[in-house]
């Protein structure tokens, strides 16, 4: 049986990682990219990710991670080094040219880490992710996508 | 205080009359400290009245783009202040 495989884009993997690191609510909302999730959404999202045996990612998201959360101190910086080395021990990491990525027709839109997204999206069975525009372009392409602010603004908003 | 909800409806309520055609109205980000402002990231799709022209962009053509704007709201008043563009990156 083929291993399932699962993206978490940088904004997803961010709340995946402050959920991990038990920072609680306010911890998650604190970050400008995770400031509309709650504990629910993090838990949801791991019962997202449990039905698919890898996370895949790429240097480019773990640089984004790595950028906006490694600033912790004390306990949290080594519970954020901890963490993030089991995830990525664990994971799959695919690497796309820069040059494949600035060729692409959106990459004025979208950028050198999204259309690498969107690249990998192509083999793998599902791409989670937080950013609303490469959600329109992965869906556009018929690639498998769940829209997580989308579904955060229905379970906030209605 | 302004509840996030109400926050929301006030700004929905905008942009449905300056935007008459966007379509999937989301709150993207949110700072809704204890000042007497909240700065409210949102975004919109619009359909694309200027899509790119030539062959290579051709296949690729979209209908819709999404439109990325800060609002910064008074809370006491429950008015906007302002309204603007940023970009999705």
């Not at chain 1, 027709?105 to 259309?115: A, M, N, P, S």
């Not at chain 2, 009359?17 to 909240?38: A, H, K, M």
Request: charged share 20%; hydrophobic share 40%; proline share 3%.
């Amino acid at each position: 049986m083929p291993t399932k495989t699962v993206i978490l884009d940088t904004n997803v993997f961010i709340l995946y990682v402050l959920g991990l690191m038990e920072v609680g609510e306010k911890g998650i909302q604190r970050h400008k990219t995770t400031s509309i999730y709650t504990i629910k959404h993090f838990h949801f999202l791991l019962s997202l990710i449990a039905h698919y045996q890898q996370i895949v990612i790429s240097p480019n998201i773990a640089t984004e991670v790595d950028n906006l959360l490694n600033r912790f101190t004390g306990e949290n910086k080594y519970k954020y080094l901890q963490i993030t080395t089991n995830i990525f021990n664990a994971s799959t990491e695919v690497y796309i040219e820069t040059i494949k990525t600035t060729n692409h027709t959106f990459f004025l839109d979208l950028g050198v880490t999204d259309i690498g997204v969107l690249l990998m999206a192509k083999n793998c069975d599902l791409l989670i992710s937080g950013d609303s525009q490469l959600c329109d372009y992965a869906k556009s392409e018929g690639l498998k996508v769940f829209d997580f602010k989308e579904y955060v603004n229905k379970d906030l908003f209605g | 205080m302004l509840p996030l909800n109400q926050a929301l409806n006030i700004v929905k309520k905008q942009f449905n009359e300056i935007y008459p055609g966007q379509t999937d109205f989301r709150l993207e980000e949110v700072d809704f400290d204890s000042s007497n402002y909240c700065n409210l990231t949102v975004s919109i799709l619009l359909p694309d009245l200027n899509p790119p022209i030539g062959i290579g962009t051709f296949s690729h053509a979209k209908k819709y783009i999404r439109l990325y704007k800060k609002v910064i709201l008074n809370k006491a008043e429950a008015n906007i202040e302002s309204i603007k563009n940023i970009d999705a990156n």
